[in-house]
């Protein structure tokens, strides 16, 4: 029905499977679309039934039933778990046959299957199809003997079916004999009785072999086999041989047995008595199976406890007993199971099974795990615990077998090797992994060692290589690729037998390295040292060897060593008595404790040595004699020191108790006087005493009675000490620790604290016992109080400090060591986050740091305004700025650490970023980019990086300033150097970063051509370079090669380059594939890793697709090659056959199919020889690169084919010779016609064609075309006729014709043709420009365009150069080529409207240049007729716009141009600074005269050059005569107006120049008004002004030179000074002082003159 029908598109033959198996399975209609659905989606299935129907050699589908669905395999036998549940199969009918559509439902059966199929078949075969081969209605038409072999196979068919299907079950059944042999109540079959005693005999032998072979059964085969079974493998081999035996047993009960029996008993038949002996053993080892199932069972409870995976290994021991005790008692009480042989077989397999257990509890790998894992101790313990528990096995069993001797019984009498030899081995082998791991233990205890002396370094690296060593043989032991515990690789041998030459080897070594340190170690404290860093392995026999052999040395050390303390202590003695610099006592000990101290250290350093040699000295066989005499030295000299200490300790007992008393009555301070600050005074001799007795007490010395009792007192006089030392140390503090920006904040209470501290350095003395604490208690709550101030100010102040460290710790950008790259947008939200914390942290500590100044601003109680607490403030500020400073470094400093490559190639960091390089169009581009656009949003490293450097400053602004309410401190720390510099070196390391990856980049970049050029344009490029045909130099009979297959019509091919350069490319590509398929990737560079995977498939897909096309262009051309050249032998093998035209000499045509096949096997013999080894070295070439072809074969045989067609054809031409002369008349007639013919058509051709440009001025292109097509059609029709009269020619061994004049008319058609092409191009290019607006046109462009034509049409052939046609074109290009500058000429931007009115009355046209105004109204112009006009008119706008530019910037300038004032002298301002001014008033005035001269190009702007020109000749004019005339005032008002000797002497000049001053102070407050130069200077008036001044001071001063003058005369030395210093000297003659300034000048070795008196 419609809801059943499968899905559009289906394969047909799936769609009859699935629904054949729908009805199968019983799939309701309204869930077909739903299966079908399942089945498709299952690519698996759907492949799996596809492959079946396909390939012919898949015989089977299996259709495996899901709920509603069905899975397919084609491959694979289905599972058991499969096999619950029935599935169908689809079986192929014919193998050979393919299934289609048509023949699908003929060709496929569908079976069910179930799990119980066996049984299934067994039942039909027994009855079904057993019944429907033996009706006889089904026998008709067979033979007796047919009958009769049919049955007797298909019997044992069904026999074999039988005993397999009971095997299957696990028992034995015993087929029965054909139903036609069973014996019937006579006794008598319808077999014959022959024929019946043979079967039945033959079912008795059979019955007798499976009988057999279950007796024999027996449950030391496995281990005969090798296996290692366990106690559960003894009871199932019971229960399934019990089991397998009552079933014989009760078959062999079955009547129809005992008939068939009794009938062969009564034939008798010599099978009948052994079968009976047979039935006997079965009884009986029935019985021996039932009776073992039964004992056995006892053990199942105790054999699951031991053989439980899940029990603790230590606990195994508790299930032995129990298990021996069944067994005992089996042993005891089976009727069967009490043979040695039963009992060896069961305690092997319990040998296995605590084998098992423990590889389980440790194996091999775990041993070398724990070894890895520096677990060897614990290693070592399970080993050692594994031992113990096998030898308890063998121990419990040796009891039980003793238990079970002495019970009566014969006992368990077997050997002890041949039941453990599997367990004794497991345990030697448990021996040799702990003497392994006690090895490793042992040589482990190296790692920490170290040796000193002179040759420690080196012995101390010998150690360390041995223990390399020793590593390296663990781990060679460790590589082997078995268990070392399994007791069947018998390699363990020879693996540890080299692991234990290696480790006797390294304790060779060992021992010589410590008899080295032993002979370099000169002490004996180090030698001792020594043997106890080797102590764990001094019980290694090899070195303990060499601990005997050293011992006497250490002996020999030790005397030395004694001798050298008693040496030392005789000539140290006197220093130590005297306490000088050099004694050897500690800095830290008074004089005589230290002296009974160094007394003791020598005692104990003789003592020492003298218990580790009795402790050695026990480990040697025999006590050396030198050991006595080394004792016997050691007890005299601990008796001298001990007689030292005494004598120490009288002398300071009777002279340094008194003298310390009376140091108590000292003043309690005294202040230092060099430094001012204070000391507590109590007296160094009573901290010695109390010293002294504080050590004596510790070394357990009685006191005298005085000083004891000054000791009792020593809490008090510390507690005082203490207290005053901290009171000075308070207050030193503040004298030494304020800053000098705030000890302005504390005079007042330094003061204070100097009155309380007064008494202490005054009155008070140490006996005054009870006014010290009063003073103590009051001075400290000053000093306290001071203190507590500067604590809080210091406090605060490291608060500060510590807040802006905590932002220091940790940068903002972070990244943990070995973090994997990630990508950008993922990292940079990480890092928002660190950012919002860091600017949430930060502005918390920003308010604390205001708290912090605020409680320092309380706690001195200071006025905010005050200067001095201002300046202090301004201090911690810039405590501030250098704190967020130091932050942001860091995070700079991290920033270039994970950016710099240096730093990322010590540390072995990986890259930070993911960054893929993907091919994009025609570009290879990284994503994300280093840059991109402002306005695009895209993310890119250079954009997230420097989002992380804004928020780096942005934390800043996190925390308000100190100094004013409002603002922050971003712009100070943004100006900071350090600042600068890092963010200079993160640019810079990004810069080198992006160099590599652009470096990398261009790895692919160099291959950019796979991508960027056309594959088939390029190819066709690389077949025309160096092309030629296949065969080369060959020529015959005036042909060519090429011609020749041509005439033969054999196609040979283009000309194609070399094979070499065929097979080069190839493997070019080939080379460059496997180049890219080995490039690796991801690359790290730097802290970008590079994920190049996409961009290395593209291109070795693009090498791929190259390499296909050189590949598959050589095959098809060579398998054309092939095919042309066979199919031509063949045709001509062919044609050269029967019938002859002998035989038909009327057959006109026959004879010419002949003729042409001897023509072409005469033309083409030596050219076809010549063919074949081209084309075996272009198969030569295929196979070189394991491309196959076809043709192959045809190629090898066709050589020998052609020689037969060579000889054919020489035959055939000597039959038909006589027809051929009578064909050669009539072929001349018909060639005269055809001539004369040709001759008419050459001269109609030159006529008509359009030679000339009468249509190409008209635009009628069709028309020429036309004609050209005409004659074209005309040609190829002539030049037919004529290749026929050729053939014909060629074909009877005429002379051949040439027929020039129809060739010159092709070519010369073909070039008209060409030539109108051009004509048809250059006029649609030209046309198409037409309609190019004014602003869009792109003369560049254009130009480029029309010098191509040019030097197309340049290199037309020479043939076309006389036509009319041709110079006509020439002339077009070159007037468009002429246009066209002059087109970019007017296109500048100098044009104004005034040079395109002079263009139109240039050209005598006008036009509109409006918006509209386009490229064709340009040539409307015809602009190549006035070219020289056209390029003055441009000229010239180009010469007036740089003089309209320069003017606008002459105005623009001036009209700005400021005048400073120097406004010092209120009354008079002068001018200031002129010198940009004039220099710029130099550059511009020549800029202006040179405009002037310009002549006509300044006609349009005259009146403006002409008003800027006089301005600036003001400006220039006003400057000269004012900057003169301010010098001059400037140099005589202080002479005229200030000095009066002046004023005195030219008294008329002093009244002229205080008018000039007047008028000059005047004048310069009016021009000060004005803040512009030009209307400073163009003021009118103002240049008379100047001029009048400048004249009247002029005057003035030369007055005044010629009064300087006449005093020179007078006094010619005046001469000598200036005549400002001369002017000095004379108006401050009363004034001496002043005067012998300039004596220097005037006399020669003088200076100056002494004026006081003598």
């Known amino acids: 029905d419609e809801a059943a029908a499968p899905p559009k598109g289906m394969d047909t033959r799936v769609a009859w499977v699935l629904m054949r198996a729908m009805t199968l399975m019983g799939v309701r209609a309204e869930k077909a679309d739903k299966f079908y659905s399942a089945f498709t989606a299952d690519q698996a299935s759907s492949a799996a039934l596809t492959r079946f129907l396909d390939d012919t050699e898949s015989p089977v589908c299996y259709l495996i039933p899901t709920g509603d669905a069905v899975v397919a395999n084609s491959t694979d036998v289905p ?70 072999d049919l049955m007797d196979k298909y019997h044992v068919f069904l026999a074999s079916l039988h005993v397999t299907v009971g095997l299957m079950k696990g028992h034995t059944w015993l087929p029965h004999p054909p139903r036609d042999a069973l014996p019937t109540s006579g006794g008598i079959g319808a077999t014959g009785g022959g024929n019946k005693h043979h079967v039945l005999e033959g079912a008795v032998i059979t019955w007798t072999k499976q009988i057999r072979h279950v007796l024999k059964q027996d449950p030391e085969i496995l281990l005969k086999e090798g296996h290692n079974p366990e106690p559960s493998a003894e009871l199932k081999f019971w229960r399934s041989k019990a089991a397998n035996l009552n079933s014989i047993h009760s078959q062999l009960g079955m009547d129809a047995l005992k008939k068939v029996l009794k009938f062969l008993e009564t034939n008798k038949s010599t099978y009948t008595a052994p079968f009976s002996k047979l039935q006997k053993e079965v009884e009986e080892a029935r019985e021996e199976a039932n009776d073992n199932v039964r004992f056995l069972g006892t053990l199942t409870k105790a054999i699951d406890k031991l053989t439980n995976e899940s029990a603790e290994f230590e606990t195994l021991e508790s299930t032995f007993e129990p298990v021996f005790h069944s067994i005992l008692l089996i042993w005891r009480y089976s009727k069967f199971y009490n043979t040695p042989t039963r009992l060896a077989v069961l305690i092997r397999e319990i040998c296995n099974t605590v084998i098992a257990q423990a590889l389980r509890y440790v194996n091999g790998p775990d041993i070398f795990t724990m070894i890895s894992s520096e677990e060897t101790s614990e290693c070592y313990a399970k080993l050692d615990a594994t031992l113990k528990v096998c030898s308890t096995l063998k121990d419990v069993y040796l009891v039980f077998r003793e238990v079970a001797a002495n019970q009566g019984s014969e006992g368990w009498k077997m050997q002890n090797d041949a039941l453990f030899v599997r367990l004794d081995a497991f345990r030697e082998r448990c021996r040799d992994a702990l003497d392994f791991a006690r090895t490793v233990i ?33 781990e060679e032991f460790k590589s082997v690729t078995y268990d070392i515990m399994d007791v069947g690789e018998h390699q363990f041998e020879h693996d540890f037998f080299k692991f234990r030459m290696t480790v006797k080897d390294l304790d060779r070594r060992m021992a010589s390295l410590l008899g080295s340190a032993f002979d370099d170690l000169d002490t004996v404290n180090m030698r001792i040292k020594l043997f106890d860093i080797f102590e764990g392995l001094l019980e290694r026999p090899i070195i303990q060897a060499e601990l005997e052999k050293k011992h006497k040395a250490l002996l020999s050390t030790v005397e030395q060593d004694l001798t050298a303390v008693e040496t030392v202590f005789v000539e140290n003695k006197q220093i130590v008595d005297s306490f000088s610099d050099d004694s050897p006592i500690y800095n830290n000990m008074p004089p005589s404790a230290g002296a009974i101290y160094w007394a003791r250290s020598a005692r104990h350093r003789i003592n020492e040595p003298m218990a580790k040699l009795q402790f050695y000295n026990l480990a040697l066989r025999e006590t050396p004699e030198e050991f006595r005499e080394v004792k016997k030295q050691h007890a005299t000299l601990d008796a001298l020191l001990a007689n030292y200490e005494q004598h120490r300790y009288s002398e300071w007992e009777s002279s340094s108790v008194e003298v310390a008393i009376e140091k108590l009555k000292m003043r309690l301070l005294r202040r230092q006087e060099k430094s001012g600050l204070l000391k507590v005074n109590f007296d160094p001799a009573l901290v010695r005493l109390l010293r002294e007795v504080r050590f004596f007490l510790i070394f357990d010395i009685e006191v005298p009675d005085a000083a004891l009792n000054m000791f009792e007192r020593v809490g008090t006089y510390r507690g005082w000490t203490n207290q005053l030392n901290h009171i000075v140390s308070m207050y030193n503090a503040v004298l030494t620790e304020l800053l000098p920006v705030e000890e302005p904040l504390l005079e007042d209470r330094i003061a204070k604290m100097d009155q309380a501290l007064s008494p202490g350095l005054t009155e008070l003395k140490w006996k005054n016992e009870d006014e010290i604490p009063n003073f103590i208690e009051g001075t400290m709550k000053v000093v306290s109080d001071v203190s507590g101030v500067v604590d809080i100010m210091k406090n605060n102040l490291r608060s500060v400090s510590g807040t802006l460290s905590q932002w220091c710790k940790e940068p903002i950008v972070a990244r943990q060591r070995g973090a994997k790259p990630m990508a950008l947008d993922e990292f940079d939200l990480k890092h928002k986050e660190r950012v919002g914390m860091r600017m949430m942290t930060q502005s918390e500590g920003g308010k604390e740091i205001h708290k912090f100044v605020k409680d320092s601003s309380e706690a001195l109680k200071v006025s905010k305004v005050a200067s001095n607490w201002k300046a202090y403030v301004d201090f911690v500020s810039n405590i501030v700025i250098e704190g967020f400073v130091s932050s942001i470094a860091v995070s700079l400093q991290t920033l270039c650490e994970i950016l710099d490559p240096l730093i990322i190639a010590k540390h072995e960091m990986l890259p930070l970023f993911d960054v893929k390089v993907e091919l994009d169009g025609r570009e290879i581009k990284f994503d994300p980019p280093f840059s991109a656009p402002s306005n695009s949003g895209s993310p890119s490293l250079r954009g997230a990086i420097d989002g992380w450097l804004k928020d780096f400053f942005a934390t800043v602004t996190c925390m308000q300033r100190l100094d004013t309410p409002t603002g922050d401190y971003l712009n100070e720390i943004r100006e900071h150097f350090q600042m600068q510099c890092l963010l200079a070196l993160v640019s810079e390391l990004i810069d080198n970063t992006e160099l590599k990856c652009m470096e990398y980049r261009q790895t692919f970049m160099q291959q950019s051509y796979l991508w960027t050029e056309s594959i088939d ?92 096309k050189y590949v598959e262009y050589i095959k098809e051309y060579t398998e054309a090659r092939i095919n042309g050249l066979v199919t031509f032998i063949d045709q001509q093998f062919i044609g050269l056959g029967p019938p002859s035209p002998v035989d038909e000499p009327e057959n006109e045509k026959l004879l010419y199919s002949t003729m042409t096949n001897i023509r072409d096997v005469k033309l083409a013999t030596n050219a076809v020889k010549r063919m074949f080894l081209p084309i075996r070295e272009l198969c030569q070439l295929l196979k070189k690169h394991h491309i196959s072809h076809e043709g192959l074969s045809e190629l ?12 054919m054809a020489f035959d055939v031409k000597e039959q038909i010779l006589p027809l051929q002369s009578e064909e050669v008349l009539k072929i001349r007639n018909k060639i005269d016609v055809f001539a004369e013919e040709l001759q008419g058509f050459t001269h109609e051709f030159r006529e008509q064609c359009p030679f000339d440009s009468k249509n190409a001025l008209t635009g009628d292109f069709d028309a020429s075309y036309d004609t050209m097509n005409e004659y074209y059609n005309k040609t190829l029709a002539i030049r037919k006729r004529a290749n026929e009269f050729n053939d014909l020619e060629l074909l009877f061994d005429m002379q051949m014709s040439s027929y020039r004049e129809l060739k010159e008319c092709q070519e010369e058609l073909v070039h008209l043709k060409n030539l109108w092409d051009g004509v048809v191009l250059v006029k649609e290019t030209f046309n198409s420009w037409d309609a190019i607006l004014w602003d869009k046109i792109d003369t560049d462009a254009l130009v480029t365009t029309a010098k191509d034509i040019q030097q197309q049409i340049k290199v037309m052939p020479k043939q076309v150069r006389a036509w009319a046609l041709y110079r006509w074109l020439q002339e077009e290009a070159k007037n468009m080529a002429t246009v066209l500058p002059l087109v970019n000429d007017l296109h500048g931007e100098t044009m104004q409207d005034r040079h395109w009115t002079q263009l139109m009355t240039v050209t005598g046209k006008t036009f509109d240049k409006g918006p509209n105004f386009c490229f064709k109204d340009l040539l409307d112009l015809k602009l190549h007729e006035y070219a020289e006009d056209v390029s003055e008119i441009v000229d010239q706008s180009s010469k007036e716009a740089k003089i309209e530019k320069k003017l606008n910037q002459i105005r623009a300038t001036w009209s700005k141009m400021p005048v400073t004032w120097d406004v010092a002298n209120p009354d008079c301002p002068l001018l200031g600074d002129l010198g940009e001014v004039l220099e710029k008033l130099d550059a511009d005035s020549l800029d202006m005269m040179g405009m002037t001269s310009q002549g006509r190009f300044i006609e349009f702007c005259k009146p403006v050059v002409d008003e800027w020109s006089g301005k600036l000749r003001g400006v220039d004019a006003a400057l000269s005569v004012w900057t003169k005339v301010q010098a001059n005032w400037c140099r005589l008002e202080p002479i005229f107006m200030q000095s009066a000797d002046i004023r005195q002497q030219l008294p008329d000049d002093a009244k002229r120049f205080e008018q000039m001053d007047a008028a000059w102070k005047d004048l310069m407050l009016d021009a000060s008004n004005s803040s512009l130069i030009v209307e400073a200077c163009c003021a009118e008036g103002r240049e008379a002004a100047l001029k009048n001044i400048d004249e009247g001071i002029n005057t003035c001063e030369k007055a005044l030179n010629e009064y300087l003058e006449q005093k020179k005369k007078a006094f010619p030395r005046f001469y000598f000074v200036a005549n400002q210093a001369l002017l000095d000297i004379l108006s401050n003659g009363a004034k001496p002082l002043k005067v012998a300034e300039y004596l220097g000048d005037i006399f020669d070795g003088v200076k100056t003159l002494n004026f006081s008196k003598s």
């Open 79 to 148: 599972t058991p778990a499969q096999m619950r549940k029935k599935l169908i199969v689809v079986h192929r009918v014919n193998p050979e046959t393919a299934i289609t559509k048509d023949n699908v439902k003929d060709s496929c059966i569908l079976l069910e299957m179930t799990k119980n199929i066996m049984d299934l078949l067994n039942m039909y075969c027994q009855s079904i199809y057993l019944s429907t081969l033996t009706n006889p209605s089904n026998q008709t038409g067979w033979s007796d003997l047919v009958a009769k």
């Open 442 to 474: 042992q040589y482990t205890k190296l790692e920490r060692v170290e040796i000193g002396g002179t040759r420690g370094k080196v012995l101390s690296d010998s150690i360390v290589e041995i223990l390399e060593e020793f590593k390296v043989g663990v």
């Open 1017 to 1108: 344009k390029t190819f066709e490029r690389f077949l025309n370079e160096d092309a030629e045909d296949l065969v080369q130099g060959f020529e015959e009979e005036g042909m060519t090669f090429r011609a020749i297959m041509e005439r033969i019509k054999v196609d040979i091919g283009r000309p194609i380059p070399t094979l070499d350069a065929f097979d080069k490319k190839i493997l070019n590509f080939k080379a460059l594939k496997q180049d890219l398929s080995n490039m690796k990737t991801p690359v790290d560079i730097h802290w970008l890793r590079i994920h190049a995977q996409p961009v290395k498939l593209a291109l070795v897909s693009f090498a791929r697709q190259w390499e296909e």
């Open 1196 to 1207: 090898e045989h066709s050589p020998t084919k052609w020689d037969e067609v060579i000889r």
